[in-house]
């Protein structure tokens, strides 16, 4: 009894609660007290997991706030945090019990304000400029007359209009649109895998590549113009093959695609004139280059002829130029017969010297001598290597005989199985074949019929079976016992019933 009436242990009464419980009531009173909000800061440390998911700090002078946006929900942020950027983020508060921690997660992520906007494009303006991005020495020329101009916009907007209507106006081209979004989240994505596709076009193809590609939107304020500022539309841009104007905004509008593009243009219209020249203009300065050319072909003839009737007076006439070897001439003529009758005479002396040194006896020592040299070499030659040599050339040609006609024997076996195996094969497939199932080939005029409608519009027809041709109609029958001749194997021509 005094137990009982004892006072108890203090806090004694106290409940007692599970890690569990605490740690869920903490996440449905935050969940339902804030809900979803807006908070504003600066981006700190960011980190993207391999998995895909996204985590962040938002801060200021005194606290941090730890912030997360799930693999699913990046590709819906119109701005990635990068670290120093001011933002406004939107999301759930929630907590995560596992390490008593709570956190913001976000969906939505927004600049706070124009200036970190121009703070965001000046950082990503300088990294891209330090990779040499914006080197000249890497922008490609633009070709004089391209034959396909690809337009990468907006297919419903006012700037497609005015790119059309001056190439047509210049010097009419084909033109390939690809219809992306030139505002809000999807459009640097879109943007980047349109100039992608341009460039992965095979030259010739069903659907051929450009030679020229004009990124183009019409004016607005930065923010409508971010899409063109995004890492990856300048990348994509600075890897085209193809060249590349940019045409985003008005005059006074600049963005980083213009700094990485090939070449820039003011607006929509003035990227269509660097585009193609003036069709007339091209014209009319073709026929002046080809009046200069005639011109010039014309005075250049005219100035040698002239040279040529110039020069045409300093030489001595044909008269004078032919005196001297006249003159020539006549000397060696003069001294031509002396010479040839001291020449015969020269020629008969030598002849009656030489021959005053041949004599018979000389001619028969020759001749004996001569004979004897060919009955010593005549006696040296023997037959029996020549018919060694043809003996082991005949053994030879007879095995090579042999080998020969067990070949063609051999070949003639496989091409003979071969035929075979291809005549059952015929038979095979025959139509015939399938005549031996019940079915016929129904024919009206040596005509097949394979319609009601055609059958009805002859008065006679042959049908074909397996064992002969019926023929049905006004025109008498085969006699008794008579079986037509059939036709050879047609399996594409013909009806089977």
Known sequence: MSDLLDDPIP?????????????GEVKRTLEGTFGRIRVRGEVGRVFKARSGHLYYDIKDDRNVLACTTWKGQVSGLSVVPEEGLEVVVTGRLTAFGAQSKYNLNVDEVAVAGQGALMALLEKRKKQLESEGLFAAERKQS????????????????????????????????????????????????????????????????????????????GGGSIEDLWGFNEEVVARATAASTIPLISAVGHETDTTLIDF???RRAPTPTAAAELAVPVRMELLAWTGEQGA?????????????SQRLRDLSRALPRPDSLLNTPRQRLDLIADRLTPALERGVQNRHLQVV???????????????????????????????????????????????????????????LDRMRQQ??????LRETLSYKAT??????????????????????????????FADGVLTTGQTPTARPGTKAAPKKDAPDQGSLF
Not at 152 to 170: E, K, N, W
Not at 171 to 185: C, D, E, H, N, Y
Not at 419 to 424: F, G, I, Y
Not at 448 to 454: A, G, P
Request: charged share 25%; net charge positive.
């Open 11 to 23: 806090g004694q009464n106290t409940p007692e609660y599970s890690v569990s419980y605490i740690s």
């Open 142 to 217: 633009l070709p004089y007359l391209p034959q396909i101009v690809g337009v990468v916009t907006s297919p419903s907007g006012a700037v497609i209009r005015d790119i059309l209507h001056r190439l047509r106006d210049r010097f009419p081209r084909k033109v390939l649109i690809w219809p992306v979004a030139v505002q809000g989240s999807n459009c640097a994505p879109e943007v980047a895998n349109a100039i992608k596709g341009f460039n992965q076009l095979t030259p010739g193809g069903s659907l051929p590549r450009p030679d020229l590609i004009i990124v183009a939107r």
């Open 260 to 262: 990485v593009s090939d």
């Open 292 to 304: 200069r050319l005639s011109r010039a072909a014309s005075d250049a003839v005219q100035r040698r």
């Open 353 to 411: 010297q030489l021959s005053a040194h041949l004599r018979p006896s000389t001619l028969r020592n020759l001749v004996t001598t001569r004979r004897e040299a060919v009955r010593n070499l005549s006696s040296r030659l023997s037959l029996r290597p020549i018919r060694r040599e043809i003996d082991v050339q005949r053994q030879a040609l007879t095995r090579l005989g042999d080998r020969m006609n067990t070949a063609q024997s051999t070949r």
């Open 419 to 424: 035929l075979e195996a291809t005549d059952r």
């Open 435 to 464: 005549l031996e199932r019940g079915y016929a080939v129904v024919r009206a005029k040596d005509q097949v019929v394979t319609t009601k409608e055609q059958a009805a519009k002859h008065d006679t027809l042959q049908i074909e």
